[in-house]
């Protein structure tokens, strides 16, 4: 009870910062009558517009894990760093979860060419300004955990509408929600279980609201690959994951996403480094910490 008493601490602090900094981001309306001339996907939009999801393990989560993240994105046209959050329960002896992440920070600086193809209004958030990213609730549950045969977990995820500066292309102001389905299995594993390889594989469908009159959706096939090894208390993962929408508009990113982490006591030190193909147009650095209880 007492890390559940903490979990929800933990998040109600989280969501505490996260609103009132949507709250004052929404002083200057002027932009809304232009908002039809932005293209609602991924090419169009911020790195954190439209998040593609981790490839997971296959395994339902069995500890709680708070997470703290600063991450830096890069490409030639706009520069942007933002505070990422999380926080996770698993429940009824992880075979199921819950967990919630944000951005409650984010700034960035656009060229005038990415301004233009983008539709957007500044070059940066004005001074005056704050605003925070999007809410996105995520529940796991356990369909199948064999070691002879592999192990499968579903998962139903939903981005919300919390995020800000619309009028720059940073958040689109609208939900989204996916639905993906996670096999693992490993390949080779140490009696100890302190050395492994193990290959994991997501495929799901994507959904998000757009601004089209005609088309008010569009809907995505969401997949992922990749291996991790476990070596004592490092792991390195690595995989190619993205989602296809049938607009053709700037709507197929792919990444390449390469995950580091070292473990101590229960303390771990994250290392990630993103590169982005096709559609998504960033690469990204980032260090965290996550804390499991």
């Known amino acids: ?15 505490s910062v996260c ?25 169009y939009f911020g790195p954190n517009a439209f998040p593609i999801p981790e490839l997971r393990s296959g395994k339902s989560p069995v500890h709680y894990e ?28 992880g075979r199921a979860g819950v967990e919630v992440h944000f951005i409650p920070v984010e700034k960035y600086k656009l060229s005038p ?6 539709k957007a209004v500044a070059l940066e958030c004005p001074p005056e300004v704050s605003y925070s990213g999007d809410v996105v609730i995520s529940a796991f549950y356990q369909l199948l955990q064999s070691e002879k045969w592999i192990d499968a977990m579903l998962s139903l995820n939903l981005k919300t ?17 996916w639905v993906d389905l996670t096999a693992g299995k490993d390949i080779l594993k140490s009696r100890s279980g302190k050395y492994a390889l193990r290959m994991q594989a997501m495929t799901g469908f994507y959904c998000w609201m757009t601004n089209d009159i005609v088309h008010r959706q569009n809907d ?10 476990t070596l004592h208390k490092f792991s390195l993962s690595s995989d190619l994951s993205g989602f296809r929408g049938y607009e053709n ?7 390449w996403r390469n995950h580091l982490q070292f473990e101590h006591k229960n303390n771990l030190l994250s290392l990630r480094y993103t590169h982005g193909m096709q559609d998504s147009l960033y690469d990204t650095y980032s260090i965290g910490y996550i804390r499991r209880f």
């Open 1 to 15: 009870m007492r890390q559940i008493a903490y979990f929800l601490f933990v998040l109600s602090a989280c969501l």
């Open 19 to 43: 609103l009132p900094l949507r709250t004052r981001a929404q002083g200057d309306d002027s932009w809304r009558d232009k908002t039809l001339l932005l293209v609602y996907s991924p090419r």
């Open 66 to 93: 708070v997470e703290v993240r600063g991450e830096y994105h890069h490409y030639a046209g706009d520069r942007t760093k933002d505070l990422y959050l999380r926080a996770l329960l698993p429940i009824v002896k």
């Open 113 to 118: 060419e990415t301004r233009d193809e983008r």
């Open 161 to 177: 509408a919390s995020g800000g500066r619309l009028c720059d292309a940073r958040f689109t102001d609208a939900a989204t929600y």
């Open 220 to 229: 995505a096939l969401l997949y992922g690959a990749g291996l991790t090894v």
């Open 249 to 255: 508009n700037g709507d197929h990113p792919l990444q």
